[in-house]
């Protein structure tokens, strides 16, 4: 059982920088990929990023490569979601999520069992 908690989210200009936190409580944290997910308004859930358990390889969307980077602190139980050159149509709602599988399917959230409650992302033109 892993129960995630995010934070960080928040309104800001398009350009700006923003750092989500995505703290795990329970067992055996380092041994889930973790994945960040957003839904937009009136949109389904999208993919966002993902990284193993180890933090050796990362995965991201085409909209936000080269903008967002994902890592995570094992010791600390905690994931991270680096947003650069935030753009409007970047706000969402976005969740963290843990899969732990043999086979890790990281663009599909139905592989991940666990998940946050979500914080919002607004960024204004």
């Known amino acids: 059982q892993v129960q995630l908690v995010e934070s960080g989210g928040g309104l800001v200009p398009a350009g700006d920088s923003l750092r989500l936190s995505c703290a795990a409580s329970g067992r055996s944290f380092s041994s889930y990929a973790m994945g960040w997910f957003r839904q937009a308004p009136g949109k389904e859930r999208d993919f966002v990023a993902a990284?193993?358990?180890?933090?050796?390889?990362?995965y991201y969307s085409d909209s936000v490569k080269g903008r967002f980077t994902i890592s995570r602190d094992n010791a600390k139980n905690t994931v991270y979601l680096q947003m650069n050159r935030l753009e409007p149509g970047d706000t969402a709602v976005y969740y963290c999520?843990?899969?732990?599988?043999?086979?890790?399917?990281?663009?599909?959230?139905?592989?991940?069992?666990?998940w946050g409650q979500g914080t919002q992302v607004t960024v204004s033109s």
């Open positions: 999520a843990a899969q732990n599988g043999p086979r890790l399917v990281y663009y599909s959230d139905t592989y991940y069992g666990y």
């Open positions: 990284i193993r358990w180890s933090g050796r390889s990362t």
